[in-house]
């Protein structure tokens, strides 16, 4: 070998060396297990309220925001008609459905899995300071509140609504006792619980609200169940709004001291 390509080899060794890479993209590692952490479990169904013996406002159990139901004693006049949320996703939108419920004085049902957790702050702020005036009853599964349904007494109806649905919502004649059942944010009604909205002997049909679905996939869904809500109970005459006095209990709780929706 002549000096030239000696030295010309002396600097392709000495460069390759001083730039080696100190990490190799395709070195060997291994992936830990992720374990997601599962939401806490909940009996079906649970009457939720305010421990006022808890500094942190939440009990054990984990509960929706302080006061919720407080103000209110569950008479005959919440059961004229009842909202159900099968597996809702967001909290914002469950906590201003339940606001509507309070002020149309109507129960409240959660049916899981749900996506958020009771206590969400999400949940708490868009109730604001109303949820003591409503009546909320939390369900583990779908199986669970069939079991629930069934043994009120009663007349009592399930009805869907869903943009499927056979009868447009104004069309559609109410009655006392009649469920109103709202579907998740992102894949609306299950099977099982539409199945039962279309057969006997508690099926009362399904019900769709007229839009452009052109450029619009779905309305939100606390706008949805304020539509049909307010249209249920102006056919019923608001009976539900009549309530006696005293059947509201005083109060003091309070999250938000102003209303900034209005």
């Known amino acids: 070998m002549d000096i030239t390509a000696l030295k010309s080899f002396n600097f392709v060794v000495a460069t390759s060396l001083h730039f080696r890479p100190k990490f190799s993209f395709f070195r060997p590692f291994t992936l830990l297990p992720f374990k997601p952490k599962p939401f806490p479990s909940l009996s079906s169904p649970r009457l939720y309220s305010f421990n006022a013996a808890s500094s942190s406002g939440i009990s054990k159990e984990?509960?929706?925001p302080p006061g919720a139901g407080e103000g209110l004693n569950e008479s005959s006049s919440s059961r004229v008609l009842q909202v159900v949320l099968v597996s809702p996703q967001i909290p914002g939108n469950t906590g201003c459905i339940a606001r509507t419920c309070a002020a149309s004085a109507v129960g409240l049902h959660l049916v899981g899995p749900l996506g958020f957790k009771v206590d969400d702050t999400k949940l708490k702020r868009a109730g604001l300071d109303y949820w003591p005036f409503v009546v909320v009853k939390i369900h583990d599964c779908w199986a669970d509140f069939q079991d629930y349904f069934r043994q009120q007494e009663g007349e009592k109806r399930l009805l869907a609504f869903t943009k499927r649905g056979t009868e447009i919502h104004s069309d559609f004649s109410y009655r006392k006792g009649d469920y109103l059942l709202f579907g998740s944010e992102t894949s609306g009604l299950p099977p099982e619980a539409l199945l039962d909205c279309?057969?006997?002997?508690?099926?009362?049909?399904?019900?769709?609200?007229?839009?452009?679905?052109?450029?619009?996939r779905c309305l939100n869904q606390s706008?949805?169940?304020?539509?049909?809500?307010?249209?249920?109970?102006r056919q019923l005459n608001y009976h539900q709004l009549q309530i006696p006095s005293e059947s509201c209990i005083d109060t003091d709780e309070s999250i938000i001291t102003e209303d900034i929706f209005a």
């Open 223 to 233: 706008v949805s169940v304020g539509i049909a809500l307010y249209e249920a109970s």
């Open 198 to 216: 279309k057969t006997e002997p508690f099926g009362g049909g399904t019900i769709r609200i007229p839009m452009v679905e052109t450029y619009v």
């Open 62 to 64: 984990g509960t929706l």
